[in-house]
């Protein structure tokens, strides 16, 4: 049985634990989250074939392991050293061992995965087989962009972020096409958004499986909310009279506008009230195209503007314990780095830019195409003193490009992107799992596509169940036009 992504050392005996459908995960106090067990019984019973049961029991031992076992059992005390987890299996019982509660989770996933279903009838026979696995990530931050738009059920991301969570990302980052439902300036989001219970479900959801929602917020470009070649704009469509907010365009915001920032501000503010905590918040500020082409700009210095926009934006973050991410293609530009994605206005405008910005701000450098190994754009960045994520789309050399480097160069960590493409790519997701857990040398070697969605659909259908074919998978049909 293939496992993705795959754990870093496996020693199994070739005998297999055949164990009743009906089973119990007995958990000291300090892991029984209510939400995390819940959520482990829900898609213990998905994984088994809808006939398995997993009851929980709680013990009082001062140790970081839990028990899967028929009855309740104690946990037993050991040491993980290095590793974010361990797993063993013997006739009779699964131990896990983490170094913490995410690691709990990332345990208890693995254990999902490795489950064949023998027999369903008189309660279900599963098995696991004997042995043990020692596991950890390659890199610290692992993170998946979702784009949530009006095209996407709520079923549906939900279903998509519990498999994130499966995958072992450490965090996803949401980006509201207009379907977050704000309530102090409720013209930014659609009437077909999404409810605050709705997105704080998919926030505990992913907490309880080690993962942790990054909200994001385009402060720059991408103001309408909308893709660029689809003519639609969030706000304007429905409420012209905001316009003030906006270039004429409507494609970027007004950073002239002094009442500008503190909108923003307030837009951020439900977003990380309502997206559950954590450490990071997404400001967006890619292809701002025809920026600053209002005469409210004449005679001012655009560069200036947006340089103290941003870092405003950064320092209200802040103090709000959120470390801004940044899309980094409006600081390159030039002949030096042909071949790659830069949107940069001019080399001067540039090195404005990243002499003035934060350096608290992470970077994070995308590139979709680029077959240069060395990753010129990140190293450029890394060195004007920012912290650098690499974030690939499609292309598989590419993406390995950018995992690679972040190895060699020590950059902050990776970003697996998917946009519209992953309605169509299921892959995207666990090979930007494999990517950022099992690291350069194994990614390199991954399987074809095809045996990748296999994958992304069995544990897809393990994270939730669905009653409806419009409702599996990631589209509501086979055919996309």
């Not at 709705?198 to 929602?213: F, N, P, T, W, Y």
């Not at 060195?383 to 902050?412: Q, S």
Request: include cysteine; charge should be neutral.
């Amino acid at each position: 049985m293939h496992v993705y992504p795959e754990p870093k050392k496996t020693a199994f005996t070739g005998g297999e634990w055949t164990f009743p459908g009906a089973v119990t995960l007995t958990v000291p106090a300090q892991y029984a989250d209510k939400r995390r067990l819940a959520l482990f019984a829900e898609m213990y019973r998905n994984f088994t074939g809808g006939v398995g049961r997993l009851r929980t029991a709680v013990s009082h031992a001062a140790v970081s392991s839990a028990v899967l076992a028929p009855a309740p059992a104690e946990p037993e005390k050991a040491d993980v050293g290095a590793n974010d987890y361990t797993l063993t299996v013997r006739d009779g019982r699964a131990d896990l061992y983490f170094s913490d509660g995410r690691a709990f989770s990332h345990a208890f996933c693995t254990l999902l995965k490795l489950l064949e279903v023998r027999a369903t009838k008189g309660g279900g026979r599963m098995t696991l087989p004997l042995g043990t696995v020692e596991d950890a990530p390659a890199l610290a931050f692992r993170a998946l962009h979702l784009c949530v738009f009006p095209e996407s059920p709520y079923g549906r991301i939900r279903r998509l972020v519990r498999l994130a969570g499966l995958l072992g990302y450490s965090h996803i980052v949401l980006e509201f096409w207009g379907m977050f439902p704000y309530r102090t300036e409720r013209a930014f989001g659609r009437n077909i958004a999404y409810t605050r219970r709705q997105i704080r479900r998919i926030a505990a959801d992913a907490a309880a499986l080690g993962a942790e929602i990054v909200p994001m917020l385009n402060i720059y470009g991408h103001a309408s909310q909308n893709r660029v070649g689809r003519g639609k704009h969030t706000v304007l469509g429905r409420h012209p009279q905001l316009a003030p907010y906006f270039e004429t365009n409507g494609w970027n915001w007004n950073l002239a506008n002094p009442d500008t920032m503190p909108l923003q501000k307030r837009l951020i503010g439900e977003l990380l009230d309502v997206c559950g905590a954590g450490g990071y918040f997404c400001i967006g500020c890619d292809e701002a195209y025809d920026y600053a082409g209002d005469r409210i700009y004449a005679g001012r210095d655009a560069t200036q503007i947006l340089i103290d926009h941003i870092n405003g934006i950064a320092a209200f973050l802040k103090a709000r314990g959120r470390t801004p991410i940044m899309w980094a293609d409006m600081l390159l530009c030039g002949d030096r780095f042909a071949g790659s994605v830069q949107c940069g206005a001019d080399p001067e405008t540039c090195e404005r830019l990243l002499n003035g910005l934060n350096k608290n701000i992470i970077l994070a450098d995308w590139q979709y195409w680029t077959k240069d190994g060395a990753l010129p754009t990140a190293r450029f960045l890394a060195g004007h003193g920012f912290r650098i994520v690499t974030a690939p789309w499609e292309d598989r050399e590419t993406a390995v490009i950018c995992l690679k480097n972040v190895e060699e160069h020590g950059y902050f960590g990776f970003m697996q992107t998917t946009w519209q493409a992953l309605f169509r790519n299921i892959e995207l997701l666990p090979q930007g799992a494999v990517y950022a857990w099992d690291g350069s040398e194994r990614a390199a070697s991954l399987p074809l596509d095809c045996c990748m969605a296999i994958a992304a659909a069995r544990y897809l259908r393990g994270v939730m169940r669905v009653k409806r074919y419009e409702d599996e998978g990631i589209s509501d049909g086979e055919i996309d036009y």
